[in-house]
């Protein structure tokens, strides 16, 4: 095969195994969210947090090389009781002055299944939490959505990628008041994850 034919297949194949796209989870809606939930014998605590950032790569055509790392600012973190939240953001239980974020960095995929714009994945990575590093693995579905920025933000375009992703985590395993308050307060610990980033068009 001539030089000749052999670039134009070059470039093809460049075009359809593009490069990954970077998307932004900085919401300017302010509808990204996190929920969390802990549900002991005599008090069901819910709460929410609203402080999302970060940055997932993402390459529709090869879902599994997906990384990226999601950031929630601790102070973010609310509870309906005033008194409740106060607790949860003082030095006693999350202390939200010295640790600052709650970090989930995705490191590898596994499990992956691919139908139309939907991936599921068992996403692996690092949580990180009141100063302590754990490795834990998530089921996480993530949606592509093509051409879908301006539905979302007006006079933006370019593409969506949602997140959905519910585990569990221990509080003890994150130095949070080990043995304490169990009556009360729930060791065990349910996040339900809800963010769409943004890859603008350039």
Known sequence: ?????????????????????????????????????????????????????????????????TTGKIVVTTASLTVPNPMMNGHLHSDKWLDAEKFSEITFEAKSCANVKTEGNVTTADVSGTFSLHGVAKDITAPVKLTYLKDK??????????????????????????????????????????????????????
């Not at 034919?5 to 998307?23: D, E, G």
């Not at 069901?44 to 390459?59: C, E, L, P, R």
């Open 149 to 202: 920025l301006s539905d979302r933000v007006p006079n933006m375009k370019g593409d969506l990628l949602v997140i959905r992703a519910n585990f569990v985590i221990n509080r003890e395993d994150f130095d949070i008041q080990k043995g304490q308050a169990l009556d009360k307060v729930s060791p065990t610990i349910d996040l339900s994850l809800s963010i769409a980033g943004a890859s603008a068009a350039k």
């Open 1 to 65: 095969m001539k030089l000749t034919h052999i670039l134009p297949l070059l470039t093809l194949a460049t075009a359809v195994y593009a490069a990954p796209q970077s998307f932004d989870f900085k919401d300017p809606k302010g509808v990204n969210n996190a929920v969390f939930k802990l549900d002991a014998p005599l008090e069901s605590i819910n709460g929410s947090a609203n402080g999302i950032t970060g940055t997932v790569s993402f390459d529709p055509e090869n879902p599994a090389a």
